[in-house]
C-alpha cells in the first residue's frame, strides 16, 4: 500500500490533519482565481463521488469545512451582538445597558439603558447605537463596583 492510499485510509477514518502552510499555498495556486463553487455544482460532484467512493473522504472534508465556517460565522455574530446587563463607562460617564432595541427608522440595534456621571446619583434614560458603544470610547466594567469605577473589582 503506498503513502497516497495511507493518507486516504487515514482521511477515511477521520484522522487527517491540516493542510500545512506550504500545502495551502500549493493549493491556492493551483487554484488561482477560482470562485467557490455554486451548489449545484456541489451536488453535481457528490453524485459523481457516490460512483466513486474514493473521492468520498474528500467531499466529507469539504462539508466538514464548511460545518465549520458556518460555526465560526454564528460564533462571531454572537460575540458582536449587542450585550444587556452590562456597564460602560466613557470618561466620567456610566451607562447600564438594560435591552436591545431597533432604531425606528434604521431599525439598526441600538442599546437601551441608563446613563449617569460617576460623581452624580440620579439615572437618566439614553438609547446606544450598537456600534458607538462598541467603539473604543465606552470601557465595559462590568465587574467594577458602580458607585467607585475606578476600585478593585468584585469577588
Known amino acids: 500500500m503506498g503513502a497516497h492510499d495511507n493518507a486516504l485510509t487515514s482521511l477515511v477514518n477521520g484522522g487527517y490533519s491540516p493542510l500545512a502552510p506550504e500545502q495551502r499555498a500549493k493549493l491556492a495556486a493551483q ?53 444587556t446587563g452590562r456597564c460602560y463607562l466613557n470618561g466620567d460617564v456610566l451607562f447600564l445597558s438594560e435591552a436591545v432595541i431597533p432604531h425606528p427608522i434604521t431599525k439598526e440595534p441600538h442599546v437601551a439603558g441608563w446613563t449617569r456621571k460617576t460623581d452624580e446619583r440620579e439615572w437618566r434614560p439614553k438609547a446606544l447605537a450598537h456600534e458607538e458603544l462598541e467603539g473604543n470610547a465606552w470601557q465595559d466594567i462590568t465587574v467594577k463596583d458602580l458607585d467607585d469605577p475606578e476600585g478593585e473589582t468584585r469577588a
Do not use: C, F, T
Open 31 to 83: 487554484l488561482g482565481s477560482a470562485l467557490p463553487a455554486h451548489n449545484s455544482l456541489l451536488l453535481s460532484v457528490g453524485e459523481s463521488i457516490r460512483e466513486r467512493r474514493g473521492m468520498a473522504p474528500v467531499l466529507r472534508r469539504l462539508l466538514d469545512a464548511e460545518a465549520e465556517v458556518d460555526r465560526l460565522r454564528d460564533e462571531v455574530a454572537e460575540v458582536k451582538a449587542p450585550r
